[in-house]
């Protein structure tokens, strides 16, 4: 018996969710755009912060290099929620940057996720230049390249592997929850995101809707999975 | 020393995105539902940044955006005025922690004895209940503990011995978030004999804290087959999806009463203080409480929520202010 409401929920629910989506359901169009505007913006954002430092990282011998690549990956698995809390202090307006109203923002969401995905960036990116055949990078230098050279000419031939660390940021960025839940506020028509909503519309058993919002995070994250297989096949 | 560098220019980068994303913040407004957002409205006080002209930020409890309500003021209001609603659920204790940290215009909470705080702390001016329903225990049909029609002290008290005790089949799961509802429960703890903090938490696996809106702990309650302490509106509004039952739903200690208040702009001089009042004006107008009272009455068969009206709402158990009007 409760297994039989249990079905006819998902199996409803399912039927529901295509319905919203083929049916370009305003809603579900507008929190999908603000997704993917704001991941994108932050992946933008930290891949020009992180790529070049990633690749001073790796062309710059100093004292404590290695310590710094492995706080790096420590900090792949930093908890989203450690990082909401973080920048919701500093964006409070009661806190340093709270003069800037960015808290409840998308702006703010923007921030928080570039800087929950520098860490990854920069650490994937040294490892990407790291599996680029040392010879060449010996080679541009005999070659009489200066520093700045040569980090272009490294990072131009090693710029697939770079675009799977960005589309590998991006995905960390569009799949999180904690983050823009905290700094974002989950505002309807403002704030909302596909996981936020997910969350708010599973707590009010409005399951249709947070299955059809569920299909299209998964079809994005396919979609980049299937760029990332065929950007590494090359 | 060079990692130092680094660090210190990683940090140059972050503040430089932080400005960048400030000085973009201005044009940065998409899904913004009303492009006619300064056509019609009415003179705001723009007192500096305070979220731009038109926009009224409200921290608000989760059984008010849970039971679907707030959704229709929030179209409501921004059709009449333009104003640009942004409104985010949190819990009451959570809530009120924004507005104290001046991240809100307006709080919207139920949980009288914490409002008295925050206006006390000079946090919050301008209070005025304008809604209440009731607290209830809902359990399991068959009422393993025989709580059904008990005083809400007892049911407490019979709650806590048989939880103890490992009854088969009792517990309880609680808010736990510092929700109004959450403070609700701690006030009848207190007023069944108990310590709280000292004998009901941790006190055994028959105490499940949630820590998640009413909409989602009412579904734990159910799937555990668990007693829970509801408001309800929120109960109503999930009755189809529950097989909890009401139990205990009788005595003034179980009113719930809803108020909005204004962020205090002495404390807080960022705040769109001018917005707070027109929307408390507007939210607590004759026209208002009767849609509220009219709420939830083609869908679940009777309202979820009574407007209240003075003198009523000045006399106990309310004690609170509703009719007079604000004015900046």
Known sequence: ?????????????????????VTG????????????????????????????????????EFRGKQALVNILQTLFAMPTVIIGLFVFLMLSRSGPFGFLDLLFTPGGMVIAQTILIIPLIMGLTVSALS????????????????????????????????????????????????TVM????????????????????????????????????????????????????? | MKPKIMLLMAGIAVLAVIAAMSAGCTEVT???????????????????????????????????????????????????????????????????????????????VHAPPLEEEFIDGGYGTDHRCFAYNYFIIVGPEDDPAGIRGAQPEEAFQTLYQLGTNNTEGVAFVSRGDNSGTHSKEQEIWEAAGYNYTEEI???????????????????????????????????????????LVPLVEQGDEL??????????????????????????????????KQFIGEFGVEEFGQPLFTPLYAPQCTEPPFNCTCAENVTA
């Open chain 1, 25 to 60: 359901n305003p809603e579900v169009v507008e929190i999908t755009i603000r997704s993917l505007y704001i991941s994108l913006s932050a992946t933008l954002i930290a891949g020009l912060i992180a790529l070049p430092l990633g690749a001073l990282i790796y062309f710059k």
């Open chain 2, 255 to 288: 009113l719930n009463r809803y108020s909005v208040m204004a962020v205090n702009p002495e404390t807080c001089p960022n705040a769109n203080y001018a917005e707070a009042v027109n929307f408390t004006s507007w939210l607590t107008s004759e026209e208002t």
């Open chain 1, 131 to 178: 599996s680029i055949d040392r010879e060449m990078r010996y080679t541009i230098i005999s070659l009489g390249a200066s520093s700045l050279q040569s980090i272009v000419t490294v990072i131009k031939e090693s710029r697939f592997a770079i675009m799977s660390v960005i589309l590998l940021g991006f995905g960390r960025a569009i799949s999180e929850v904690g």
């Open chain 2, 201 to 243: 938490q941790n006190s055994g696996a028959w105490y499940i804290e949630s820590g998640r809106s009413m909409g989602e702990t009412l579904a734990l309650a159910n799937e555990e087959q668990a007693y829970v302490l509801t408001d309800e509106g929120t109960y109503l509004s999930f009755r189809q999806d529950l097989e």
């Open chain 1, 1 to 21: 018996m409760v297994d039989g409401i249990m079905d006819s929920t998902i199996v409803q629910g399912f039927i529901q969710a295509i319905e919203l989506i």
């Open chain 2, 30 to 108: 998409p899904g913004n539902e009303t492009p006619n957002a300064t056509a019609n409205q009415t003179p705001t006080g723009t007192t500096g940044a305070a979220g731009g002209d038109g926009v009224l930020r409200i921290a608000t409890t989760t059984s008010l955006e849970n039971t679907g309500l707030l959704a229709e003021l929030e179209v409501m209001y921004e059709n009449t005025t333009g104003v640009d609603l942004q409104i985010t659920a949190q819990g009451t204790g959570q809530a009120l922690e924004l507005g104290q940290r001046c991240d809100v215009d307006v709080v919207l």
């Open chain 1, 182 to 234: 905290i700094v974002g506020g989950n505002i309807r028509g403002f704030t909302r995101v596909l996981t936020t909503a997910i969350a708010l519309n599973t707590s009010m058993g409005n399951f249709p809707f947070s299955i059809a919002l569920g299909i299209i995070l998964l079809t994005v994250a396919l979609g980049v999975n299937i760029v990332l297989s065929v950007v590494q096949r090359r």
